[in-house]
């Protein structure tokens, strides 16, 4: 290996010309949380939308919202890739932003227009009315992508150095313009963000190392401790891959400086040597892999937004005389402090257990009644046995989320950031 380029020395970053000042974060707070109560606040009372506005049954109407659910937690992949790959951060959310305004505004429309949904008791959606609302659900998501990644590390950039048709269309109209107000706080903050520009396709990094590591699997590894035999960028903080998934560091191991390397210490084939950095990011996103997959089970119990509703909407809701809690506001009670994780999943497992009782109790109360065959009717029990098990509910993403995004941050190399925030989704 004589005749291998010196180590180059590392350098500093240039300084940032905007200084993230405080604005920037309560603007992109303002954004982010719009979103969230936008797009929160319809699904508890969605199903009851859908059951009554488009008279579809109870279990189409959950699958509806699961498949809008699942959407919106796998677009931030999406947008993740695309924020730290392509676009950046800034112009991920600004498009978010406006799909999400966008689609807000197609599902409030379907409140204002008669012909946009079903006019008639029992009468089934036409295709054009369902496709209207599926592209609203659709925009909805895309924009959930954009926003949901790169909230967080962008954030972090900026510190571094139903029954009446009014109700539906104040109920739908609201969250519309909380996302208008969402988009134009964000871009009214731009003068004040510091931008961090997006590197190059991580998904095609990922795969070159996998090639060239594959490649390069019987190459013997350099000396420990030996300088200039592993490639790196220009003023990079790594010398030298780790020796965790150590077979992945022959992805980086430089066999002819004079072929494989260009004057300006590049590599002329991307495709037979990587360098360190792309080695560590792939490193970096295996390793979180397994702890990411305990959270599929949270996920699936902390999304279960619509039949609780639906319990709610057939039981005895009255708190005193005249006063009694609307279906979609017992989710209120799974909103709690933040904890760490640790003990998330045991108390998710809880949470549906208790959910299953109070269900098996409710359905016995309905047979006992005679009303196993009228699913809106409603049963002589309280809904107040729901508010447990969306306590536990809370209670379990409290404890696992913080500790999550923690794990991800301290795993992610910085030019990975949003798709750590977007593995939480």
Known sequence: MEGLPEQRKMKQSPPISKSGLKEAPTAKKANETFEKVATFGLLANMILYLTRGYNMDSATGANVLFLWSA???FTPIFGA???????????????G?????FGGILLWSTTMFPDAKPTAKGEAATPAQLALLLCAFGLMSIGAGG?????????ADQLDKADSPNNGRV??????ILIFLSAVFFLLGSPFYIK???????????????????KNKHLAFPPENADGWYHHRKGSKFVSPT????????????????????ADGFASEPWKLCTIEQVEELKALIRVIPLWSTGIMIAVTISQHSFPVLQASTMDREVTSGFSIPPGSYGVFGILTLTRMGIGLLISCLAMAVSAMVEAERRKTAIKQGLLNNGSAIVNMSAMWLIP???????????????????????????????????LH
């Open 71 to 73: 959407a919106s937690n």
């Open 243 to 262: 020796e965790k998934l150590r077979f992945l560091n022959k992805a980086c191991i430089i066999r002819n400086p004079d072929k494989y390397l260009n």
């Open 171 to 176: 109920g739908f109209g609201l969250p519309a």
């Open 97 to 101: 932003s406006v799909a999400s305004l």
């Open 147 to 155: 926003i949901r990644p790169c909230s967080l590390a962008f954030g």
């Open 196 to 214: 961090v520009k997006a590197n190059k396709s991580l998904l095609t990094g990922f795969i070159q190392t996998t090639v060239v590591a594959f």
């Open 81 to 95: 890739f695309l924020s730290d790959s392509y676009l950046g951060r800034f112009r991920v959310i600004a498009l």
């Open 389 to 423: 098990q969306h306590c536990l509910a809370g209670l379990s993403e409290a404890f696992n989320a913080i500790g999550q995004i923690d794990f991800y941050y301290s795993q992610f190399p910085k030019s990975m950031s949003s798709i750590g925030v977007a593995l």
